[in-house]
């Protein structure tokens, strides 16, 4: 069955340095998301992305979040400026259609900011 | 803004006995959708209810969505101790197609 991929899946960085995670969704998809879940709590939206453009955005999605899909198969959450509290599990999601389909998550990148 | 709130937050039983979680929204959803996350995994579709007061089964797992389309509810018959795990509703609001919000979740804990 068809996965999403998720690089690294443990990133330790320090405090103020930039950050890039990736993620491949399952490529006949058209919809991704980057959730977080901070140790222990729930699920939490960040931003939906379709053709090519943010859909949606949650208030944590603040300026220092960016995502891309630089190619026809990545899909990257960049942390230009990482702090304490962006540590966290960042779990990144692909659905066909936007609505009414379920999310097919991958296995997450654990963020530890030092 | 909506606001998807899920009751109780553990919940401890004996292999064998039933378990419920409850999900409630502040607005209208459009449908509901339920996920499954093991310990140290990520959440893992289950289910998805649309239909006003539609009930859908899987094995031992019956999920309801409300009359009013604000709640729902997950209850497992005679649980094992694979259905241990967190296991949170995601809410869509029903006047757009917004992101999902996911509930809090239950953690259910199953002792052999």
């Known amino acids: 069955e068809p996965e999403v991929t998720q690089t690294p899946s443990h990133q330790v960085t320090q405090m103020g340095q930039e950050v890039i995670l990736r993620c491949v969704p399952i490529?006949?998809?058209?919809?991704f998301y980057w959730y977080r879940q901070i140790l222990g709590q729930k699920v939490e939206f960040l931003v939906s992305f379709y053709n090519n453009e943010i859909s949606e955005k949650s208030e944590i999605f603040d300026d220092q979040f960016s995502v891309e899909r630089p190619d026809g198969s990545n899909f990257t959450l960049k942390i230009r400026s990482t702090k304490l509290e962006d540590s966290a599990m960042y779990f990144c999601?692909?659905?066909?259609?936007?609505?009414?389909?379920?999310?097919?998550f991958g296995d997450g990148t654990r963020l530890s900011i030092l | 803004g909506q606001q998807v709130m899920q009751i109780p937050q553990y919940q401890h039983v004996q292999e064998g006995e039933d378990f419920t979680t409850y999900c409630n929204s502040s607005t209208t959803l459009s449908n509901i959708q339920w996920y499954k996350q093991r310990p140290g995994g990520h959440p893992v579709f289950l289910i998805q209810l649309v239909k006003s007061g539609e009930v859908k089964k899987q094995k031992r797992l019956t999920f309801q969505f409300g009359e009013a389309k604000k709640n729902s509810s997950l209850h497992i018959t005679a649980t094992q101790t694979t259905d241990v795990g967190t296991y949170f509703c995601?809410?869509?609001?029903?006047?757009?197609?917004?992101?999902?919000?996911f509930g809090k979740g239950t953690k259910l804990s199953v002792k052999p």
């Open positions: 490529s006949n998809h058209l919809y």
């Open positions: 995601a809410g869509r609001d029903g006047g757009s197609q917004g992101n999902l919000i």
């Open positions: 999601a692909s659905s066909e259609v936007y609505s009414n389909q379920p999310q097919h």
